[in-house]
């Protein structure tokens, strides 16, 4: 089974700061279906990227996603009010379907 | 526009059974791979269980293997999730999901349906 690693735990930044998210895989994910997920308390989870770098229907451009290797990185270009939240990543190559413990992008 | 709706939840005693729903509408159900994932207070998301869009071939997580059963009705256009031998570590907000047609990415959620497990 992948184990995701997701790090830093806790992350916090003010508005119009650059956020830095990562997410590690113990081994190749295929086809680098790997996923991130934004949560806000209370609120089912909501898609941003799949396929490591492809931004789902309606998420703007300042949220973006790369892979070097088994090294999977979601950035955040310059946080706004509503980007404090909690993140996860998920793989869904295969089962199973493994979410990371996810980070948590907080107002310093 | 997508809606999934869950229902079914409450509380069960340790050993009991609960059986979750969940309604699915504004897409064509029978053409995707369905999802349960579930949330414990306070911790993070945990993958539970998948069904292909057929209903022939499911997964499931080493957690809930042998106890839980997904399954659909694409006449109903309902996803189930049938939960046997309940125990406290089970107690969650659980939701379902349609997948991507690129792969078993969850792309749309409902909003979730809390099962507590507690004598």
């Known amino acids: 089974e992948i184990v995701l690693t997701q790090s830093p735990g806790t992350l916090s930044l003010s508005p119009g700061e650059r956020a830095t998210l990562s997410c590690r895989a113990r081994?190749?994910?295929?086809?680098?279906?790997l996923a991130w997920y934004q949560q806000k308390p209370g609120q089912a989870p909501r898609l941003l990227i799949y396929?490591?770098?492809s931004r789902a229907t309606g998420i703007p451009d300042r949220f973006s996603g790369s892979v070097s290797g088994t090294d999977f990185t979601l950035t955040i270009s310059r946080l706004e009010p509503e980007d404090f939240a909690m993140y996860y990543c998920?793989?869904?190559?295969?089962?199973?379907?493994?979410f990371g413990g996810g980070t948590r992008v907080e107002i310093k | 526009e997508v809606q999934l709706l869950e229902s079914g939840g409450g509380l069960v005693q340790p050993g009991g059974s609960l059986r979750l729903s969940c309604a699915a509408s504004?897409?064509?159900?029978?053409?995707?791979?369905m999802s349960w994932v579930r949330q414990a207070p306070g911790e993070g998301l945990e993958w539970v269980s998948l069904?292909?869009?057929?209903?022939?071939?499911?997964y499931y997580a080493d957690s809930v293997k042998g106890r839980f059963t997904i399954s659909r009705d694409n006449s109903k256009n309902t996803l189930y999730l049938q939960m046997n031998g309940l125990r406290a570590e089970d107690t969650a907000i659980y939701y379902c999901?349609?997948?991507?047609?690129?792969?078993?990415?969850?792309?749309?959620w409902g909003q979730g349906t809390l099962v507590t497990v507690s004598s």
């Open positions: 999901a349609k997948t991507h047609n690129n792969g078993w990415v969850s792309d749309y």
């Open positions: 504004g897409f064509t159900f029978s053409a995707y791979a």
């Open positions: 069904i292909r869009y057929t209903g022939v071939d499911t």
């Open positions: 081994q190749t994910i295929s086809r680098n279906y």
């Open positions: 396929g490591a770098s």
């Open positions: 998920q793989k869904y190559d295969k089962s199973p379907l493994t």
